[in-house]
């Protein structure tokens, strides 16, 4: 069965770093670009970072410079690592791409930065 499988989540005070995973199972995470996203209690989900097929990254303002997304096509995962957490960082995390035709989302890793 093809999925995305994240992990790397946890709790961890302001301040701290987390490097979170995204692992391609049955699907070739080099094939396209993968983006993160997150989701707040009570808010929409919003993007994140996106590393394109050939690793150009973009991120959305409220991250940048404290996250940095790349990929290993050889572990077929793409890693966001998350520095200087705030608590407005803290949500369920999600990793998404195309493959052959079809959106796929992984079912997410937990942050939480308490205030």
């Known amino acids: 069965q093809a999925q995305l499988v994240e992990s790397g989540g946890g709790l961890v005070q302001a301040g701290e770093s987390l490097r979170l995973s995204c692992l391609g199972s049955g699907i070739r995470l080099s094939a396209n670009g993968v983006a993160w996203h997150r989701e707040a209690p009570g808010k929409e989900r919003e993007w994140v970072a996106t590393v394109a097929s050939g690793g150009a990254t973009r991120y959305a303002d409220s991250v940048n410079p404290r996250f940095h997304i790349w990929r290993d096509n050889e572990e077929n995962t793409v890693y966001l690592q998350m520095t200087s957490l705030q608590p407005q960082d803290t949500g369920r995390y999600y990793c998404?791409?195309?493959?052959?035709?079809?959106?796929?989302w992984g079912q997410g890793t937990q942050v939480t930065v308490p205030s």
């Open positions: 998404s791409t195309n493959f052959r035709g079809r959106a796929y």
